[in-house]
């Protein structure tokens, strides 16, 4: 048995950190938005084994891989609840989507997989089981393991309130060529950075009120709301991205961003034909640009 998914990239809208738990993991807000920039991954049930098989952007092989731990959490978790011929997978994996770039890949691939085994093995977990199993492997995992096509993050990405997607715009995302760790940004920042707890609610409260209005073109309050609190930090390392923005917002964007914990800055356009023309000026220069849209339900 056999079965092919779409893992899409996501971006995140605004992101602020509010706090930090007492295993060292912080506490987020963040809306979060998937894009119709896809990875495939290819599931073929065997008796037994899981092997990879990877081609387009270099990932590591072997358990190094998240698709490799997420078949293996699946099938640790359903071993009283299935055939006793599935306990294998041969998982081809496209990776189009850029790595360590703030796009989610991973955590993507991961859910694609945790979704797919339990089709082909018929339903042994609930949708709140797998996502129990996917935030084992990593926080954004939950998210793509939802069918909403954006929702609001809280606690470690874990809490999610689906929210209606973004609405007539061009996505152009740039990624700089270079990849940042999550983990060493989530450590910098809490070395440098404080924010006021009223703030963050504050500012959080438009941007769900302005996303919630859907439809970009109408809504001028977008720009002013977004806002990532990771970007200082990733800047510091990466000053393309203080480049790409200023790029983007020349070229014609309403709105330009880092995503997540980077490097990857993405755009907003109201005028498709100005994002492909943009999209060109960029592509000479950083390869992995590409024009998208927001996923409206996957
Ligand atoms: C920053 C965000 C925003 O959506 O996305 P990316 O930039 O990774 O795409 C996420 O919070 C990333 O989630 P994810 O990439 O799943 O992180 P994980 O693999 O669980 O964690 C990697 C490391 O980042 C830190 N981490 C992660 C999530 C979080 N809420 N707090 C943290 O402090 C921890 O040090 C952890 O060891
Ligand atoms: N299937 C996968 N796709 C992407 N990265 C993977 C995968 N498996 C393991 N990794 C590793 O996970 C780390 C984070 O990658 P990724 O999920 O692309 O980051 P981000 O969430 O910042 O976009 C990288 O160091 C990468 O080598």
Redesign the pocket.
């Known amino acids: 048995m056999r079965l092919k998914l779409q893992a899409p990239a996501?971006i995140?809208l605004n992101?602020h950190?509010t706090g930090?738990?007492s295993d060292?993991?912080?506490?987020?807000d963040?809306l979060?938005q998937k894009v119709s920039l896809y990875d495939e991954v290819d599931l073929e049930l065997c008796p037994a084994g899981i092997s990879l098989e990877c081609s387009g952007e270099p990932v590591p092989a072997g358990r190094e891989n998240?698709v490799v731990r997420a078949a293996e959490l699946f099938f640790d978790a359903t071993a009283d609840r299935r055939r006793k011929n599935s306990s294998g997978v041969s998982i081809k994996l496209i990776k189009r989507i850029p790595v360590?770039?703030?796009?989610?890949?991973?955590?993507s691939n991961a859910a694609a997989v945790l979704r797919g085994l339990n089709i082909l093995c018929d339903c042994p977990c609930s949708d709140e089981e797998l996502v129990r199993l996917g935030?084992q492997?990593?926080?954004?995992?939950p998210?793509f393991l939802i069918g909403a096509g954006a929702a609001r993050?809280a606690?470690?990405?874990e809490i999610l309130h689906p929210a209606p997607s973004l609405q007539n715009v061009s996505v152009l995302l740039v990624n700089p060529g270079v990849s940042?760790?999550?983990?060493w940004?989530?450590?910098t920042f809490?070395l440098t950075k404080h924010r006021r707890a009223d703030k963050v609610s504050r500012l959080q409260n438009e941007t769900y009120k302005a996303v919630g209005w859907c439809n970009a073109r109408e809504n001028p309050a977008l720009p002013a709301v977004m806002e990532n609190d990771?970007e200082v930090v990733t800047i510091a390392k990466v000053p393309e991205v203080g480049l790409i923005k200023d790029g983007l917002l020349a070229g014609g964007a309403f709105v330009a961003l880092m995503?997540?914990?980077?490097p990857t800055v993405f755009g907003l356009f109201v005028d498709s034909a100005q994002a492909d023309e943009c999209c060109t000026m960029f592509k000479s220069r950083f390869p992995h640009t590409y024009v998208v849209t927001p996923v409206q339900e996957q």
């Open positions: 996501k995140n992101l950190i930090r738990r060292g993991y912080h506490l987020l963040s979060m998240i360590a770039a703030g796009l989610g890949g991973g955590s935030l492997l990593g926080a954004d995992v998210f993050a606690g470690i990405g940042v760790s999550t983990r940004v989530y450590e809490a990771l995503s997540g914990s980077g």
